[in-house]
C-alpha cells in the first residue's frame, strides 16, 4: 500500500503528521510526503524524501499561481508529473504516484535537480548582496 501525506510549508501542520507517517512506513507501507520546495529541510529532517534529495514528485497545483509555474518546471525536467484540474485531478493521484515510483525517467530528472540545488550557494550568501541592492536603491531613492 502506498500512503500520501500533504502538507504547507507549516510545522505546526506537518508534526502531527510525522508519528502517523513514521508508523506507515514502519510496517512496510511506501511514503510520499508532498510539500512546497522551502519546507525540504523540514521534510528531510523527519526522515521523508524530498526533491532537494533527488525525489520525483507528483504536482497537484491548488491554490496559488506559483504552484503552476513550479509543476510546470518539475514535468519539464522530468522530475515529476504535473496534474491539472485542481481536486477533480486527485482521482489521477494514484496512476501518477505509480508512475513517478516505477519510471526511472522520473528518478534520473529529480536527481538531476537535486545536484542542481546542491550546487547553489547558501542562502546566507544572499544577504550581503540583498543589503547592497536596498542600500543603493534607498540612497537613489533619496537624491530625487
Known amino acids: 500500500m502506498r500512503v500520501l501525506f500533504s502538507t504547507t510549508a507549516g510545522t505546526g501542520l506537518f508534526g502531527p503528521l510525522i508519528p502517523f507517517a513514521k508508523t506507515c512506513a514502519a510496517n512496510g507501507y511506501t511514503v510520499a510526503v508532498a510539500a512546497p520546495c522551502r519546507f525540504a529541510e523540514t521534510a528531510t529532517g523527519a526522515g521523508f524524501d524530498h ?8 504536482v497537484l497545483p491548488l491554490f496559488s499561481f506559483d504552484q503552476g509555474i513550479n509543476a510546470e518546471r518539475v514535468a519539464a ?24 515510483l516505477d519510471d526511472a525517467r522520473f528518478t534520473d530528472g529529480a536527481r538531476a535537480i537535486a545536484t542542481e540545488i546542491s550546487a547553489l550557494p547558501d542562502i546566507a550568501e544572499c ?12 540612497n537613489r531613492d533619496l537624491r530625487r
Open 51 to 58: 526533491l532537494a534529495a533527488g525525489v520525483p514528485q507528483v
Open 77 to 100: 525536467v522530468n522530475a515529476g508529473i504535473q496534474l491539472n484540474g485542481g481536486l477533480d485531478a486527485i482521482t489521477e493521484l494514484p496512476a501518477a504516484l505509480h508512475r513517478v
Open 127 to 138: 544577504l550581503p548582496i540583498l543589503e547592497e541592492l536596498a542600500s543603493e536603491r534607498s
